[in-house]
């Protein structure tokens, strides 16, 4: 007899990273740099990768910091959701037109 598997709980992966793109429909792409340690040397070196995640209201802009889960896939590349808003960011090239203007 087979158990029944819908009882089992999993756990998903969840990261934090810097959101770097948000040019896509309810897509945003973020940063996720991590520090590894080099088996032979001993010496740390940082590690990035760049996640698509699902941002459903297109609520989340460059520069925010934020909690990703993993989740079924949405679309071909896109296997993670935004959990929630650590920390606002601001958009660097709005501050960069901003400083043109009042020149």
Known sequence: ??????????KKRRLTGEI??????KTRVV??????KHPRYQK???????FKVHDEK???????L???EETRPL?????WRIVEL?????KKQSEELEQDTDK
């Open 31 to 36: 940063l996720i740099t991590r520090l590894k």
């Open 86 to 90: 650590i920390k606002s960011g601001v």
């Open 66 to 68: 934020v909690a990703i």
């Open 1 to 10: 007899m087979r158990k029944n598997m819908t009882n089992q709980i999993t």
């Open 75 to 79: 679309s071909r590349e896109k296997r």
């Open 20 to 25: 770097v793109s948000d040019k896509m429909n």
């Open 58 to 64: 297109n609520e989340f802009k460059i520069g925010d």
């Open 44 to 50: 740390f070196y940082k590690i990035s990768q760049r």
